[in-house]
């Protein structure tokens, strides 16, 4: 039996875990900096969210998850930036679970429409995603400014 929660800042350790677990599955841990007080504080101040899915007690997934907003719409949306399902067991129907959960909750908050991205090798996920009944928004490529480029342009 599979439950879902949203989490809570005491949840923040856990989430961690599952993010170091994602980094590893999507070949990029060194990426993952995320410490157990920095999710607390993202938590706490509602800055991000999660839900996490339990079978039998024991945590198996999770979404971290952030409000957003568009120009182009005029509304705010939900953005998924972590999904991850412990790959034992992926294919039960758990990431559809919390999929449907966040639509509700997108639904629920008046939310306009759910966003995420897809690494393109993760033709699994591709898959699952397509499959729900999301379109990938190929026309564009996300660009960031982090480090040492945010820190020179910000002078």
Not at 41 to 57: H, R, T, W
Not at 68 to 78: D, Q, R
Not at 110 to 124: H, I, P, S
């Amino acid at each position: 039996m599979t439950a879902l929660c949203l989490a809570t800042p005491n949840h923040a350790g856990l989430i961690v875990d599952f993010m170091h677990k994602l980094g590893e599955f999507q070949k990029m841990s060194s990426a993952i900096t995320v410490t157990t007080e920095k999710m607390e504080k993202l938590l706490q101040n509602k800055d991000g969210e999660a839900v996490l899915a339990f079978a039998d007690g024991t945590p198996v997934a999770f979404a971290y998850f952030c409000k957003h907003s568009s120009a182009f719409i005029g509304h705010t949306c939900l953005y998924i930036d972590a999904f991850y399902v412990e790959e034992e067991f992926r294919k039960q129907g758990i990431g559809r679970q919390i999929m449907q959960f966040l639509a509700k909750l997108c639904k629920e908050r008046g939310y306009a429409r759910m966003e995420w991205g897809c690494l393109d090798w993760n033709t699994d996920a591709w898959d699952f995603y397509t499959n729900l009944g999301s379109v990938p928004f190929e026309i564009l490529t996300i660009h960031r400014l982090s480090g040492e480029s945010l820190e020179k342009l910000s002078q």
